[in-house]
């Protein structure tokens, strides 16, 4: 077996990153901070959607800094279509903007990070040092938002406590049917029947004491970022 050299050991250990963004001197600021901490190896950048997810899905970096507005797909869109693929890349999203409901809809696309633009460049170290190691990060600034996500999530669990009672394949089902999935496409992504899906969707239902044929439809969109908290 062929030993590696120290030079490939110590890249080996590095942290791979890929930088997506269509504004080049901001790109080309946050590329530097990254070259120049040693932890970390800048493999790529890309300056727009499409590229971007080519780039990822041939190059599989660690993690991969996605701007959420970009031309051709946004940043969010390629978190959604990573999340599709099941890619084991971590997300970071890069934003100008604090809305709580985007911030929400990229946690449901399991982005493991969110900084603000405006603290970009010293946030980001921080930020790619904790999603290396599996722990989301988000700008200081609006770290309510994720409290409010957990309090929703635990309001959620104290008065449905049906949910508790839910096997592991239910739950999944029911974070699918909160993304207006139909049984037929929760089949097709599960392997499994739409008749076996609508048999989960009837047990979910009894669990969680939803009556009526739309119910489950309604509690799941009306909850759907409480119920991504789920395990």
Known sequence: MAL???????AADKTRVVIVDDHPLFRQGLSQVVVSDPRFQLIAEADNGRSALDLILKQ??????????????SGLEIARALQTEKSKVRVIILTMHKEEATFNQA???????????DN?????????????????????????????????SETLASQKPGLESLTTAERRILRLI????????????????????????????DKLELKGANRLLQFALENRDALNQLN
């Open 178 to 205: 909160a993304q207006n999935k139909t049984s037929k496409e929760i089949g097709a992504e599960l392997f499994i029947s739409p008749r076996t899906v609508e048999s989960h969707r009837a047990n979910i239902s």
């Open 60 to 73: 599989k970096p660690d993690v991969a800094v996605l701007d959420i507005n970009l031309p051709q797909l």
């Open 120 to 152: 970009a460049v010293t946030d980001i170290i921080n930020c790619l040092v904790s999603v290396a190691r599996g722990e989301p990060y988000l700008s200081p600034s609006i770290s309510a938002y994720l409290l409010r996500r957990h309090s929703r």
């Open 4 to 10: 590696l050299s120290s030079q490939a050991m110590a």
């Open 107 to 117: 946690m449901n696309l399991g982005v493991r990070g969110y900084v603000l633009k």
